[in-house]
């Protein structure tokens, strides 16, 4: 009975561990002219894989807007001289 406990608790870590690693760490963003600071500033707070996961739905006012909205809500440390530089990014590399 104890065993059988054991073995499912050692089961149920192995998936959780792989569930909460998939993709996360590995994750490159493509080539590209601005790409390190997208890197840099967006990583601050979640995986980059928010902006792989948005990338069939924005367009440059989209990704306008999401940046805009993650400097004024969420309160991301981004400088207004770099705002340009990652929506030129995001919008060629992973725009609509
Ligand atoms: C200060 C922290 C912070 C930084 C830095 C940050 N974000 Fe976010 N972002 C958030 C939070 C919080 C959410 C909402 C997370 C959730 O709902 O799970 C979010 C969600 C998102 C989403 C999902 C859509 C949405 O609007 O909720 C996208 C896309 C996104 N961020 C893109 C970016 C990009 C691109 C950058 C870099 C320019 C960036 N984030 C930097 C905090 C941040």
């Not at 998936?15 to 890197?39: C, H, M, Y």
């Not at 993650?70 to 590399?93: C, F, H, K, N, W």
Request: glycine share 8%.
């Amino acid at each position: 009975m104890a065993r059988k406990l054991l073995l499912s608790l050692i089961v149920a870590a192995g998936t959780f561990a792989s569930v909460a690693s998939a993709g996360e760490d590995n994750i490159q963003l493509k080539e590209g002219p601005g790409r390190e600071i997208v890197e840099t500033r967006c990583v601050a707070c979640h995986s980059l894989d928010y902006i792989e996961m948005n990338s069939p739905i924005l367009d440059r006012k989209g990704w306008e807007a999401s940046v805009g909205k993650m400097v004024r809500i969420m309160g991301a440390r981004i400088d207004e001289s770099e705002v340009q530089t990652i929506v030129d990014y995001l919008t060629t590399q992973y725009g609509k």
